[in-house]
């Protein structure tokens, strides 16, 4: 699972002209589903979006987190995230999960966040977007989760899992 992570002081996405999500200040998450994920890996990326000390407090450190603030989230499915250009000039995409079973999994991310509390809109899955955000710092994060083999997920070494 991979996100590519904006803080955000507004950020809408229409399809065919027509506004289908829109908040203000908060995080613009752009979502990709990888082969092989699952609730394992939404429920880990969701509980570390909710935990994300990003927004500044009184001092102006990144002290704050999303509910501290109030914030929202626009929420948009990207399976280009998983774009492979190491051959050739066009990207590869074997790495994103099928249309089916990453919807799905989109969806339930999204509920996910909202049962932590949070206001979420979306995107529409599959569809051609136009994504408009102001880049609040700016603040662009990228995470990322390999689907759990086994048992625990794997980390890397140094990383905080």
């Known amino acids: 699972m991979r996100v590519v992570l904006q803080r955000v002081s507004r ?4 399809v065919e002209g027509e506004t289908v999500g ?4 908060g ?3 752009l979502l990709g589903i990888g082969q092989g994920d699952g609730e394992p890996e939404l429920v880990w990326m969701a509980d570390r979006i909710a935990g994300l000390r990003v927004f500044p407090d ?13 914030g929202e989230i626009l929420a948009v499915s990207q399976f280009t995230l998983y774009g492979d250009c ?13 249309p089916e079973p990453a919807e799905r999994l989109c969806g ?3 509920d996910m966040l909202r049962r932590r509390g949070f206001r979420v809109a979306t995107g529409r899955f599959g569809a051609h977007m136009m ?6 710092g700016p603040v662009t994060l990228i995470l990322e989760r390999e689907p759990a083999t086994g048992g625990a997920a794997p980390q890397s070494p140094g990383r905080d899992g």
Do not use: H, S, Y
Request: hydrophobic share 40%; net charge positive.
């Open 11 to 14: 950020a809408a996405v229409r």
């Open 22 to 25: 829109r908040i203000e200040r």
């Open 27 to 29: 995080f613009l998450i």
């Open 58 to 70: 009184d001092q102006g450190r990144m002290n704050r987190d999303l509910a501290e603030i109030g």
């Open 86 to 98: 190491r051959k050739g000039r066009r990207p590869g995409f074997t790495g994103a999960a099928p």
């Open 108 to 110: 339930l991310f999204v």
């Open 131 to 136: 994504v408009e955000l102001e880049n609040d």
